[in-house]
């Protein structure tokens, strides 16, 4: 189970969006429906903002969606704000298993 | 509301063995998987498997096969996570995550630092 692929960094300015992808493969993000996405603050635990795919937990502003095409998951974040400057990961399930993508990390 | 509240922070000796608590409260400990999740100083998130409290069957990865294993209390709602035979690599901070049974991960402890050297 190798990690999930993400770009080391990504950045954008207020107001901007940002996608940060997440490569895996077909035993991973390409098999199932079940990628998930974190941001994590320094010093913090990480936080859920995105589930299956596409589905937000209650508080996560609309500004986060997400995709997934083939072996490829994606976050965007849209209206970026200065809050969202962080290390976000992704995470897929792999049939017993789980991967985490090596983190992106988020300059606003 | 529910939490995963783990124990404090532990300094080991190479070789050495370490035991992590995870407390569970808010719900009932059977109806969900605990996950155990590390992050070593300035990396990323690394998976170490899971524990399902009701029956105690675990999984994990071909990495931490041997080495990790992942127990119960429900009696107490905590779950533990024991690494064996520490190195200097094993230095890291983990996490205990409460599985949404989606593979997804809304709860979590605080963190341990485990911080290993001779």
């Known amino acids: 189970q190798s990690a999930l692929t993400q770009p080391r960094s990504v950045s954008g300015s207020p107001g901007q969006s940002v996608t940060i992808s997440c490569t895996g493969t077909?035993?991973?993000?390409?098999?199932?429906?079940?990628v998930s996405w974190y941001q994590q603050h320094p010093g913090k635990a990480p936080k859920l903002i995105l589930y299956n795919v596409t589905e937000r937990p209650s508080g996560v502003p609309d500004r986060f969606s997400g995709s997934k095409s083939g072996n490829t998951a994606s976050l965007t974040i849209s209206g970026l704000q200065a809050e969202d400057e962080s290390d976000y990961y992704c995470?897929?399930?792999?049939?017993?298993?789980?991967?985490f993508g090596g983190g992106t990390k988020l300059t606003v | 509301q529910v939490q995963m509240v783990q124990s404090g922070a532990e300094v080991k000796k190479p070789g050495a063995s370490v035991k992590v608590s995870c407390k569970a409260s808010?719900?009932?400990?059977?109806?969900?998987?605990i996950h155990w999740v590390r992050q070593a100083p300035g990396q990323g998130l690394e998976w170490m498997g899971w524990i399902k409290p009701n029956g105690g069957d675990t999984r994990y990865p071909p990495k931490f096969q041997g080495r990790v294993t992942m127990t119960r209390d429900t009696s107490i709602s905590t779950a533990y996570m024991e690494l064996t035979s520490l190195r200097s690599d094993d230095t890291a901070v983990y996490f205990c995550?409460?599985?949404?049974?989606?593979?997804?991960?809304?709860?979590w402890g605080q963190g341990t630092l485990v911080s290993v050297s001779s």
């Open positions: 808010g719900y009932n400990i059977l109806d969900k998987y």
């Open positions: 995470c897929s399930y792999a049939g017993f298993y789980t991967v």
């Open positions: 995550a409460r599985d949404n049974n989606n593979n997804s991960f809304q709860y």
């Open positions: 077909t035993r991973d993000i390409g098999a199932y429906n079940f």
